[in-house]
């Protein structure tokens, strides 16, 4: 706080020389001139004191035969009149103050925490359909409003937040792909697929080799072959009366562990021949320049190559740790190419190849496709190698549908149905 006193009231940092400094100090005190930052330099001290003290000072040299001059002025009081005299400066620091208190009020950038399966892209096509996008003002923020929407519309975020820290909005997620279970083995059903009911149908032509069912009436067995589309498990239960024949039907969401067997054959082709790009060395250096998504190229003429590739980097200017203006800077490069024909070596091809069938292999790990048997075999020309595959795989190819309630007979009778 006495720092501040100090800088309003303006001082001066003076050099003091002569006969007796140290009765100079002294006598200051007993004057009740106030010095601070006092530093010995041997022939001479150093030391800050007010303005006002510093004219009071006169009678004090001539007594004790010292000297002293001023080294540096400080405070607001020498501050102004240099002020004064750069308008421009002036002008300049306070457009620069309006600048910053204008574009706080505004969202300039959009950070995204948490997310794993859903993308950036998915999540800010979603605020965009919201009317959330960056240059948009604070004030027109909805951030309740937006939490709840997310947790609405996708299903896999159990926990949404939202704050705008500086010109930032910050969105934090948390997801949760486990499925909910009332009790272990048993899925949490809604209501209406409880009143419906659902069944369990085979995606693929196969052979059932594993099955377990949970919830709904088995219509196939392990052993049976089953075509796609039909229904492996029936989630309209019968409800029997005394002489054994259907009262009614029960639906359920039918629930079962089903993996079927089956034979997939694939055939990939690649080209011996292959383009390749060629780059002479050549480049042109462009300065870019844009404001929000509007962008332009700052160079002389344009680029002259008739094939070539364009990279670079752009910035965002930042004032803050968190104010971002939207003004982008940054130099991209357009380098000439050219297209050469070549051809793989036998070497490059069989490990193309195994490139091929490790995808392949890779794709089924991750949709959980078990392989039984397999049979691989490649094919050799002179312009193309084609490799042959034959496989019986083992998954779960099962999806439910909606159960055809139209379709199951009825025999309650009319009176029953009053009674009930």
């Not at 510093?54 to 009081?77: D, M, N």
Request: hydrophobic share 35%; net charge negative.
């Amino acid at each position: 706080m006495l720092h501040w006193v100090q800088y309003i009231k303006g001082y001066v940092t003076i050099k003091v020389w002569g006969y007796s400094t140290e009765r100079f100090l002294n006598l200051c005190g007993n004057h009740d001139i106030l010095v601070w930052d006092i530093e010995n330099h041997g022939d001479y001290y150093t030391m800050k004191i007010s303005v006002k003290g510093f004219f009071s000072l006169k009678t004090l040299l001539k007594k004790t035969g010292t000297r002293a001059s001023v080294l540096q002025r400080s405070g607001l009081p020498f501050f102004v009149p240099k002020i004064k005299r750069r308008k421009i400066f002036v002008i300049g620091l306070i457009i620069c103050l309006f600048f910053w208190m204008l574009t706080a009020r505004f969202i300039w950038d959009i950070k995204i925490e948490g997310n794993y399966s859903l993308t950036e892209d998915v999540l800010m096509d979603y605020l965009k359909s919201q009317g959330v996008h960056t240059a948009m003002k604070k004030k027109e923020l909805k951030i309740e409003e937006l939490e709840m929407g997310l947790r609405e519309e996708y299903d896999m975020i159990t926990w949404a937040s939202l704050r705008v820290d500086g010109t930032t909005l910050v969105i934090q997620i948390r997801e949760n792909e486990m499925p909910q279970y009332d009790s272990p083995g048993q899925s949490t059903q809604s209501s209406d697929s409880e009143k419906n009911g659902k069944d369990i149908v085979a995606t693929k032509d196969g052979m059932i080799v594993y099955m377990i069912t949970r919830k709904g009436v088995p219509q196939a067995a392990i052993g049976d072959v089953v075509e796609k589309g039909q229904i492996l498990v029936s989630g309209a239960v019968p409800i029997y009366n005394e002489d054994a024949t259907v009262r009614r039907y029960q639906y359920y969401e039918a629930d079962a562990d089903i993996r079927i067997a089956y034979e997939k054959s694939l055939s990939v082709e690649k080209l011996t021949a292959y383009q390749e790009k060629v780059y002479s060395g050549r480049e042109k250096k462009i300065l870019l320049f844009g404001i929000k998504e509007k962008e332009w190229s700052l160079s002389a003429g344009r680029v002259s190559y008739e094939t070539y590739d364009v990279s670079g980097d752009k910035n965002q200017i930042q004032l803050l740790d968190h104010l971002f203006l939207p003004v982008f800077y940054g130099i991209k490069y357009a380098r000439e190419y050219t297209m050469t024909e070549k051809i793989h070596t036998e070497e490059e091809m069989q490990k193309i190849m195994e490139g091929e069938w490790k995808k392949i292999l890779q794709t089924l790990e991750e949709k959980g496709v078990q392989i039984t048997e397999k049979n691989v075999t490649i094919n050799k020309n002179s312009d193309k190698w084609i490799l042959n595959i034959r496989m019986q795989l083992v998954e779960e190819a099962v999806k439910t549908v909606q159960t055809a309630t139209e379709q199951i007979p009825d025999t309650m009778s009319e009176e029953e149905a009053t009674v009930e």
